[in-house]
């Protein structure tokens, strides 16, 4: 196994950092999965990757737009029509489809090293990604377990919600430094810490 | 201005790339008519009023989606993904035909 570097390593300072006199608004982390795959369905396949999604990682994926669910180890939601993103605490999850998703269901991307994951938390968690994102993120438009593709300024971002104030960002991994910057900009105010 | 993604939902402007006038008939790339493809390439009807056009979610699911938005008040009045039915039927112009 190689080791594994994160690109935010430079900037990448545990702590309490901005306005946190009043408490931490927000806690940032970098969750580093072991492995990231998207899977794509061609037309009409859907059903069956979704069914091929659940057997291997035990996810059960309701009919649906942005539909998803995560446990212990795995994560996956869908991000486009027949589209889905799926992680895995582990090594090997292309592997573990490979065979499984057929070319007749569609196709396996392994992203594991091309994405990078990070997880905002707290009670401001809206509040600040509100600042970067034009969405809406209030827990009633935005289910916990559900995902979405959205942008900000040209950093394309699957965001998933992880919890009732939590939320999974991916981004370019040569993208990921510049946006975690910018996301320490924009928790600044509420105060946030980083581990 | 927001365009409702069929997949997405509500999203702002900024996640979406034009991808142009939704009326044009690509001619069969094999045909040399120059009228055809000066058609294809040139002729606009240029609407004050409905428009049927083709935007990509290119800061979202990356679908193509055939958009009728109005050019003067810029509302949206439908929405669905391009592959569905081929190019919407509003506005369908023979290639050749001034505006
Ligand atoms: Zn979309």
């Given at each position: 196994?190689?080791?594994?570097?994160?690109?935010?390593?430079?900037?990448?300072r545990?702590?309490s950092?901005?306005n946190?006199?009043?408490?931490?608004?927000?806690?940032?982390?970098?969750?580093a999965p072991?492995?990231?795959?998207?899977?794509?369905?061609?037309?009409g396949?859907?059903?069956?990757l979704?069914a091929?999604?659940g057997s291997?990682?035990?996810?059960k994926?309701?009919?649906?737009?942005?539909?998803?669910?995560?446990?212990e180890?795995?994560?996956?939601?869908?991000f486009?029509?027949?589209?889905?993103?799926?992680?895995d605490?582990?090594e090997g999850?292309?592997?573990a489809?490979?065979?499984?998703?057929?070319?007749a269901?569609?196709?396996?991307?392994?992203?594991s090293?091309?994405?990078?994951?990070?997880r905002?938390g707290?009670?401001?968690?809206e509040w600040?990604?509100a600042?970067?994102f034009?969405v809406?993120?209030?827990?009633?438009?935005?289910?916990?377990?559900s995902?979405?593709?959205?942008?900000?300024?040209?950093v394309?971002?699957?965001?998933?919600?992880?919890?009732p104030?939590?939320?999974?960002?991916y981004?370019?991994?040569?993208?990921?430094?510049?946006?975690?910057k910018?996301?320490?900009?924009?928790?600044d105010?509420?105060g946030?810490?980083?581990? | 201005?927001?365009?409702?993604?069929?997949?997405?939902g509500?999203?702002?402007?900024?996640e979406?790339?034009y991808q142009?006038?939704?009326n044009?008939?690509?001619?069969d790339?094999?045909s040399t008519?120059?009228?055809a493809?000066?058609?294809?390439?040139?002729?606009?009807l240029?609407?004050?009023?409905?428009?049927?056009?083709?935007?990509?979610?290119?800061?979202?699911c990356?679908?193509?989606?055939?958009?009728?938005?109005?050019t003067?008040?810029?509302e949206?009045?439908?929405?669905?993904?391009?592959?569905?039915?081929?190019?919407?039927?509003?506005?369908?112009r023979?290639p050749g035909?001034k505006?």
């Amino acid at each position: 196994m190689v080791e594994q570097l994160s690109p935010l390593e430079p900037v990448f300072r545990p702590g309490s950092h901005g306005n946190f006199v009043d408490g931490v608004g927000v806690t940032l982390s970098e969750i580093a999965p072991g492995s990231i795959v998207q899977l794509a369905a061609w037309p009409g396949e859907e059903k069956k990757l979704m069914a091929t999604i659940g057997s291997v990682t035990g996810l059960k994926l309701a009919d649906g737009a942005g539909t998803g669910a995560s446990s212990e180890r795995y994560t996956a939601f869908g991000f486009a029509p027949g589209k889905f993103l799926v992680s895995d605490a582990s090594e090997g999850l292309a592997t573990a489809f490979a065979g499984k998703v057929t070319a007749a269901i569609g196709t396996i991307t392994d992203l594991s090293h091309g994405r990078t994951a990070i997880r905002i938390g707290g009670p401001k968690s809206e509040w600040v990604l509100a600042k970067l994102f034009a969405v809406d993120f209030a827990l009633a438009a935005f289910p916990q377990g559900s995902g979405i593709s959205t942008t900000h300024h040209d950093v394309f971002t699957q965001i998933q919600r992880s919890g009732p104030d939590s939320f999974d960002l991916y981004v370019f991994r040569s993208f990921a430094r510049s946006f975690w910057k910018m996301l320490c900009h924009a928790s600044d105010e509420v105060g946030y810490e980083v581990r | 201005m927001l365009i409702t993604c069929p997949y997405c939902g509500p999203r702002d402007v900024s996640e979406f790339a034009y991808q142009g006038d939704g009326n044009r008939t690509r001619p069969d790339p094999a045909s040399t008519d120059p009228e055809a493809w000066n058609a294809y390439v040139y002729d606009r009807l240029n609407p004050a009023g409905l428009h049927n056009e083709i935007w990509q979610h290119a800061g979202g699911c990356r679908a193509h989606l055939a958009v009728v938005r109005d050019t003067l008040t810029h509302e949206i009045s439908s929405v669905r993904f391009a592959r569905e039915h081929g190019a919407p039927a509003h506005g369908r112009r023979k290639p050749g035909a001034k505006a």
